[in-house]
Structures are given as C-alpha cells and as structure tokens.
C-alpha cells in the first residue's frame, strides 16, 4: 500500500515539473517581450514629450510680445530697423536659454525675409518650399520636417506665426533648429550605451534615421508587425516596433532572443534539483507518517467500532501524539454532547406530552361556560325576560367568537368583523342605556372583504370607555366602511411632538382646543403577541401574508368615530410620543390602558400586512374622535 501510494504521488510530481517548466518558460517568455514592449513605449512617450516641450517653447516665442509687434508692423508694411532687430535677437535668446537643445531660431515676415538671424537670405533659399506650404497648411501648429543632408546634426520644425490680437492673422513664420543629441534613445529606453547586443533605430515619416547606435553597419529590418523576430548576422532578435503619433516616426528596438530567454536553462536546472530533493524528502516523511500516525489512527478507528458496540461512551486510548491526543479529546467531547442533546430532547418530549394534556383540559373550560349561558338563555325564556335572553345570547356570540375559533379562521371577513361588533355593542347598550347610541355602515360588497379577527373590537371599546362614557352628553358611535379608490395615499407617519406643542402653545385658542394628529404606533410586542402571529401567519395564503397594500389598489377605510371629549393636546401627545417609542409596556393608567390597546392594534397590522402598512389614523378634537385604518379591498388573485 505505502509503495503504491509512492509511486502516485511521484508520478503526480514529475507531471507538476513538466507543467511548471513549462508554464515558466512560456511565462518568462512573454514577461521579456511585455519588457521589450514597455521599454518601447517609454521611449515613445519620452521622445514625444521632448517634442511636446520643444513645441511649447516654439509657441512662447511665437507669442513673444515683441515679436508679435514687430510682425505685425511688417505686416502693415512697416520694416523693423536694425536696432529693432539687436533687440529681437536679445529678446529671443533670453528664451532659447531655458531651454535645451536649441541650436538655432530664426523668424521671418510674411515676405520671406529674414528678421533673426539678421541677413539677406530667404525663408525659401534656406528651406524645401514643401516644408513652407505644410506650416500653413497647419496655421499655426508646429511642423517637424523630415531629416535632411543639408542639416545633420539638428531636425528642423517650423510653424506659422499669427497675431493674437488681430483674429490670428498668419504675419510670418518661426524655424528651430533642434539639437539630435536632444533625442538619446539609450537613456531614453535605459539601455546602456555599452551594449551592442540591443540595437535602436529612430526613423522619420519618409524612413530617414533620425539616430540608430549600429554606427550604419546595419540596415533596419523590415518587420511585419508591431512584435515579431528577425535574423541578423545569424541571430536572432525580438523587433519591437512602435509610432509616434505626433509625427508618423518609428522607433525599433532589437533584443536577442538568447538574451530575453537567458534564465530558461537555469530555471530547468533549479526545477531538476527541486524535483530530487523533494522526492527523496517526500518519500522519508511519507514513511514517517505512515509509522507514527496511520497506524495508531488505526487502532483509534478499532477503539470508536468498540465504543459503538457497547454504547455511547469515551474512548480512553491514549497517544503521545498531539494530533492523536486532540483526535480522542474531540471524540469525547462530541459524546458529552450527544448525550447532552439526548436528555434535552427527552426533557422536550415530555414537556409537549405535558402540553398537550393541559390544551385537552383547557377545552373543557369553553364548552362549560357555553352550557352555563344555554342554561341561563333558557331559563331567562322561561320566565319571559326576552331581553335579558337576547343579551345573553348575544354575550355567548361574542365568547364564541374569541373563543372557539382555531388558528386557520384567523382571517375572517368584515361582515363577520361587524356582527361580533354588534353583538358587543348590544350587551354596551344594556349597560348605558338611554345614553348611548350606535350606528354600522357598511355596504354589502365590502362585507366580503377578508380581515384579520379582532381588529375593529379593540378600537370600540376604547371609543366607550375614554369618549362615551366621559362624556355629559348622549353618546353615540358610528362604524364607517368606506371603499378607497386607489392610487393609495402614502403614510406621513406619526406628526412630530413639537407640533403638538406648537398648537398647543399657539395664539388661537380654538387652534389649540382642535388639534389634530395621524398618530402612528410602533414598537415591540409580547413574545407571545408575535407567535401566534406568526402560527397564523403560516396558515393563509402567501398573497394575504404578502402584507404591504400595494401602490394603486382600492382599499377598505374602517373607522370608528364617537362624539366624546376627545383628546387633550397633552394627553394626545403624550400618547403619540409613546406609540412612537414602542415601550414594551405603558404607565398603568387609563392612557396607558389606551395606548396599549391601540398599540396591539397597530402592530397587528403590521404583522398582517407587513411593515410598509401606514397602520392606525387618529384623528381627534374636543367635540369628536376618529380611529381608523386601511387594508386591501380585494385579495391579490382577485385584482385585476
């Protein structure tokens, strides 16, 4: 087994060799040529920027305000005289000396005729008329003539000169001579001058040399790419290629193939030699490990088959080894937790059995109080106290209704919403008598429309106890149903305590006696609030738990409205700022009985419709008080 895992592994590493070398090679390769390349691309640039600056400074004698005026003066027919001319010359060397490479500067007017350097000869004697006519074919940009015999050691450029402050009116022409050793292509490609295995050619737009470091003992050869290899003299050479954009030049750069590919033979070397000694290292660890750690793994796996045989229990082997000694404290800890686990999940088991006996108990309590209120309807019949019987009858629709109903008829529709609303508010009417009235509005279409279960009781019974039974007067309460045609009207969430304030502490008394607010409540509810929630939530279609009402669809308006007292602007605010906070439990007051009960509304709103749903309106003054909220008209399938 252990020669068989041998000889695997070697084959795997000779085949690693041969990859490696041969991806190196390829690599070491293509990093020359990307060397090659860069190098010619910096020297482009360079030569580029020289030539930048030379036409700067071209440009700045050009605009020079004495040779402008000078031109300008010949251009109206006004020669310069000598001492005009003394102080051209002055003017001008003052700027050849900031900058180098200048071997001469002459200017000449519209006429041909020299200005600097001072003489008799013409612009047309001195220099191929071809140049002229590309200078004004440019107006005004710098023109680099091909190389030329009658100029060896200088290239020559020229450029129109144009007034600044006549509309660039073309009034004569500026020749600079610049210096070829301006041009160094071994310092500018940091190739050392030395070095006669890398050759350099600079040619212009014709295929004049402009330098070359060969001394012209060799021709240039032709390359037919911007990267390809070339024989001279028997060898081989990478010819880099590049253009000059300014002026259509070439610059080549030749490098010996033996040279960028010198580290081959020494990196096959080093690969041979690693291969060895790893292999020879390799085979002494592997039968190291296989002495010192396989088999005693081995006699641990023998231990763990025990162990299983008998039951879940520690292994008490022992190794010096500390991969070995942390193998057998792991096992052991893994059975710790094991047979942690297995005492939690009989705990478990046993707390659901109990569970669920007491949920079979706990039916027994509504079927009792249900027989009870049968028993008191009909004896109430019996003794002809009909409306007593009524309202006990109605007192078992509404325990029915809270009670009796199971997680899957957590949403119901509104009509069933406004008959349990009913009948609470029948047995409210026996209680307050004469001094309370009620009213439902609704139309029949919007009766279908499904709700969760209790959502409009909560807010009824906060409307009786903090308006109606407050108030002096006859109460009276109306449920409104109202159908809201959509686009839906986005929340504005909760009015800012500081406006509350600022009406309260207003000028208009009537402005702080009718303050009105959208309150909107938020925060936490009990962990038990949010589970069963969220068993109902499980229950109903992924449309309806979906939630948030979407942008444009009809909606349901329900309201609750009561002619009391009303909110305070500080009881009213107060209330808000608590919603707003979310405590997770108010001041045991009537406000705070209040403002739990609405919070526990909104919150399952929240849960119901998601947590983009607006939640409860409040609206409220001293002679009225509105509580209301918004849900979808129509299930999502049913849209549309």
Same mark, same amino acid.
Not at 172 to 175: A, D, E, T
């Given at each position: 087994m252990f020669v068989l895992y041998a000889g695997v592994m070697l084959l795997?590493?000779?085949t690693v060799g041969i990859y490696i070398n041969s991806q190196v090679s390829r690599l070491l390769q293509s990093n020359a040529e990307q060397h090659m390349d860069n190098t010619a691309v910096q020297a482009i640039a360079n030569v580029e920027l020289l030539m930048k600056q030379i036409d700067t400074f071209s440009s700045q004698v050009a605009t020079n305000a004495m040779v402008q005026a000078l031109l300008q003066d010949s251009y109206l027919g006004k020669?310069?005289?000598f001492d005009q001319l003394q102080l051209l010359q002055q003017e001008v060397r003052k700027l050849e000396a900031?900058?180098?490479?200048?071997?001469?500067i002459e200017i000449y007017n519209l006429a041909h005729e020299s200005y600097l350097p001072l003489g008799d000869e013409r612009l047309e004697e001195r220099y191929d008329e071809e140049w002229v006519q590309q200078a004004d074919k440019l107006a005004g940009r710098l023109v680099w003539a091909t190389y030329s015999e009658d100029y060896p050691d200088s290239l020559v450029t020229m450029r129109n000169i144009r007034l600044m402050n006549q509309s660039f009116q073309h009034v004569?022409?500026?020749?600079v001579h610049v210096d070829l050793s301006l041009f160094d292509l071994p310092a500018l490609t940091n190739t050392r001058?030395?070095?006669q295995s890398d050759y350099v050619w600079l040619t212009d737009s014709l295929g004049h040399v402009i330098f070359t470091n060969t001394g012209h003992a060799l021709d240039l050869p032709m390359a037919t790419g911007a990267l390809d290899v070339v024989d001279i003299e028997g060898e081989r050479y990478f010819n880099v290629k590049r253009s000059l954009s300014l002026t259509g030049w070439e610059l080549s750069i030749l490098t010996p193939v033996r040279k960028a590919t010198e580290g081959l033979?020494?990196?096959?070397?080093?690969?041979l030699i690693a291969f060895l000694a790893s292999s020879v290292l390799f085979l002494i660890l592997s039968y190291l490990i296989a002495e010192r750690i396989s088999r005693p793994i081995l006699q641990l796996i023998r231990a763990m088959h025990g162990a299983r045989l008998g039951g879940l229990k520690p292994i008490e082997a022992k190794s010096n080894t500390i991969e070995l000694a942390e193998l057998n404290h792991t096992y052991n800890q893994m059975v710790d937790s094991l047979q942690a686990l297995i005492q939690v999940v009989y705990e478990k088991e046993i707390l659901q059995s109990k569970t669920e006996l007491k949920a079979l108990q706990?039916? !027994?309590?509504p079927h009792f109080l249900f027989n009870t209120l049968e028993a008191f309807y009909w004896e109430l019949e019996e003794q002809g106290q009909d409306e007593l019987a009524e309202i006990v009858v109605a007192m078992s629709g509404v325990f029915r209704y809270v009670i009796t109903k199971q997680d899957s008829d957590q949403w119901v529709t509104v009509g069933d919403e406004l008959e349990h609303a009913e009948r609470y508010l029948r047995i409210m009417k026996m209680r307050l008598m004469d001094r309370f009235a009620w009213e439902i509005q609704c139309d029949e279409t919007s009766r279908q429309v499904p709700i969760p279960k209790l959502m409009i009781q909560p807010i009824i019974e906060n409307a009786i106890e903090h308006g109606i039974e407050r108030s002096m007067?006859?109460?009276?309460?109306? !449920?409104?149903?109202?159908?809201?045609a959509g686009p839906a009207v986005a929340d504005a969430g909760p009015a800012h305590a500081s406006e509350v304030e600022a009406a309260a502490a207003g000028d208009d008394p009537a402005r702080a006696s009718e303050v009105e607010a959208v309150a909107t409540g938020a925060g936490p509810v009990h962990a038990s609030e949010v589970e069963a929630a969220g068993a109902v939530a499980e229950t109903l279609p992924a449309d309806v738990v979906a939630g948030a009402v979407p942008v444009g669809a009809d909606e349901l308006e329900i309201a609750v409205i009561d002619n009391g007292p009303g909110f305070t602007s500080d009881r009213l605010h107060k209330l808000m700022h608590e919603l707003a906070q979310g405590a997770s439990h108010l001041h045991d007051t009537q406000e705070g009985h209040l403002g739990v009960g609405l919070k526990n509304t909104h919150q399952r709103l929240k849960l119901y419709y998601g947590s983009a749903h607006r939640g409860l309106d409040i609206v409220s003054s001293q002679q009225e008080t509105r509580v209301g909220f918004r849900i979808p008209r129509y299930r999502r399938e049913e849209q549309g």
């Open positions: 795997i590493l000779v020669r310069a005289g900031y900058q180098q490479g200048i071997r001469a004569g022409y500026l020749v001058r030395g070095d033979a020494l990196l096959r070397s080093t690969i706990a039916q !027994i309590h007067n006859r109460g009276k309460l109306v !449920i409104r149903v109202s159908h809201i």
